[in-house]
């Protein structure tokens, strides 16, 4: 299997939106220089590193868009040369900005240019949460920009009782669907577990009913995993790298300056990706479950300045989501289409 280098460019700190549960809180209204970002391309793509095979180049922001200039020009300069390594460029994009002239070259370059929409349900609940933009975004254009296209999900606090309808709204449009709950919102208050609990009952029976529809990310973990060994949850500090708009390099971009200010992110050279044991919560060690929960480095270290130190609140939720993955899974084995709830208790 090829292994793969993904490499973060912060083009801008700009953004023409104010999402409720942004964690970039210090911002400077400045880009990257393009020949810096030339530089870090052409030293990834030029280097006879044998660590890595191909190379994705994500472009980061703020809102990548509000950059669309420096975009085009780093694609149009890389297209035009010849690369010991192949690679993707991709970004992840608020939507807004898309439209006339980006439009136009993206879909003139869209099978060497990958595009994931942040999208987070139905209008009400994206307008709740990302700035009433849902009206600005040309949804049928991502649609049918790629042969599977995606969407980024996130589920605030405001949103977390539309979340089935947001899904199958999603859904209704041809989207594959990767969601969370937002990292760093306090979700300690037993309304919200219950609330989480009865949205997860009502996708469980849509995904009954409609198996040839691939779940959301929420409803489709690796079950079997729990039986396997601890694992890195993603390639932080070691197959990650993010590059800031002075040329600085973060383990990736939730340790950005502009995420974690700039006293913490100082401390960054300190941090260790590679031994797995200190990755570890050792309050999680016991838990069977452990091996198929997600959990971001970078929001434990914001939130609570270690790596590996889990958001205890999240426990219940994971739990509650592991058992509707099972019982997901086993009534398709079933082929049963009557859907029984499921226990709340831990």
Known sequence: MAIRKNISLVLTHKCNLSCTYCYERWKY???????????????????????????VFEFFGGEPFLAFPLIKE?????????????????TTTNGTLVHGEIQDWLIKNRNKFDLILSL????????????????KIDIEFFRSYC??????????????QGLSEG????????????????FGLDWSNR?????????LEKLVEFYILNQQITPCSLLNMKIQYCFSPVRKWCGVGTNMITFDIDGS??????????????????LNPQLDFNDLEKLVDTKCTDCFIHPICPTCYGSNYLMRHDISSRD?????????????????????IMNENKCKSFSTDE
């Open 29 to 55: 209204d400045k880009n990257m220089p393009t020949n810096l970002a030339l530089q870090i391309i052409s030293h990834y793509l030029s280097n006879s590193d044998n660590s890595y095979d191909e190379c």
């Open 312 to 332: 205890e609140n999240l426990c219940k939720f994971m739990k509650l989501r592991s058992l509707a993955n099972s019982y997901l899974q086993l009534k398709k």
């Open 191 to 199: 309304k919200e577990i219950e609330i989480f609990n009865i949205e």
């Open 147 to 160: 042969k599977q296209p995606s969407v980024k999900m996130t589920i605030s606090k405001e949103t977390l």
């Open 74 to 90: 780093i694609c149009e300069f890389t297209w035009s040369k010849n690369w010991k390594k192949p690679y993707l460029f991709t």
């Open 249 to 266: 390099s973060y383990p990736c971009n939730m340790f950005l300056p502009m995420s974690i200010g700039m006293n913490i992110s100082r």
């Open 120 to 135: 987070d349900g139905t209008k009400e609940m994206h307008d709740a949460n990302r700035s009433n933009s849902f009206s």
């Open 167 to 182: 899904v199958m709204f999603l859904h209704s449009k041809g989207f594959k669907i990767n969601n969370n709950l937002a």
